[in-house]
């Protein structure tokens, strides 16, 4: 069975530092990997996906994430993080018609 | 603007009660799904349904069934509620999958925080 695992329940961050969202994947078949985003009080929405090709995928609001098979990874990073980012993030795998969630990591960015 | 909508944001019920969650998708997408999200635990499977009339369980169904009688609207049941379905419930919709799997984004609802006392 496909499973991802968050390895950080909350990480705290100053405004314009970077940031690591660490994610590791576990999987036997061909990996489809995604992270979602939750802003406090709104709906979960998609923030970038990996289905094959080029393993850098960026979303539109600076994120990144890199697919690693080797180390079986798919961190999200940000070089400068803003307030606007303080969310929950959630790596999540996809296969056979199903979405699995990791346990979220909650950024909290401070002035 | 797709959108997904979910019919109470926060519901208080008492234990034994029936309770629905109703959610209406406006994208004519398929696929529709509910979950639950708890602290720690991230957001978990209930049930799922790929085309009306048709239902599939997921990682969690004890205490839950669900209804899809319209394509666009997707009711999740609580037979009678206990404390332990204290939780956020979310709704999403999305796409026909591709080939291989789910590459297709669900997109979700605000969500309903269901309290039972």
């Known amino acids: 069975a496909q499973s991802v695992t968050q390895l950080d329940s909350q990480v705290p961050v100053f405004e314009e530092a970077p940031v690591e969202l660490r994610c590791n994947y576990s999987?036997?078949?061909?990996?489809?990997l995604f992270w979602y985003v939750q802003y406090p009080n709104q709906g979960l929405q998609l923030l970038l996906k990996?289905?094959?090709?080029?393993?850098l995928v960026e979303s539109i609001n600076g994120f990144e994430a890199e697919f690693n098979k080797s180390q079986t990874s798919f961190h999200l990073r940000k070089p400068s993080v803003h307030i606007s980012d303080t969310a929950e993030y959630f790596c999540?795998?996809?296969?056979?018609?199903?979405?699995?969630f990791g346990t979220g990591t909650q950024l909290k960015v401070e002035l | 603007d797709v959108k997904v909508t979910q019919s109470s944001r926060y519901l208080v019920k008492r234990t034994g009660e029936k309770v629905f969650l109703e959610c209406v998708q406006d994208?004519?997408?398929?696929?529709m799904f509910w979950y639950r999200q708890d602290p720690g635990l991230g957001l978990r499977l209930i049930y799922f349904?790929?085309?009306?009339?048709?239902?599939e369980k997921g990682d969690i169904p004890e205490g839950y069934s669900v209804s899809r009688e319209k394509k666009e609207r997707f009711s999740l049941i609580l037979e009678s509620a206990s404390t332990n379905q204290t939780s956020m419930y979310l709704c999403?919709?999305?796409?026909?999958?591709?080939?291989?799997?789910?590459?297709?984004?669900?997109?979700f609802g605000p969500g309903t925080r269901l309290t039972v006392l």
């Open positions: 349904s790929y085309d009306v009339k048709m239902k």
């Open positions: 990996y289905l094959s090709g080029s393993t």
């Open positions: 999403a919709s999305s796409p026909p999958n591709g080939t291989g799997g789910t590459h297709n984004e669900q997109f």
């Open positions: 999987s036997s078949v061909s990996v489809y």
């Open positions: 994208m004519d997408h398929e696929n």
């Open positions: 999540v795998t996809g296969g056979g018609n199903k979405l699995t």
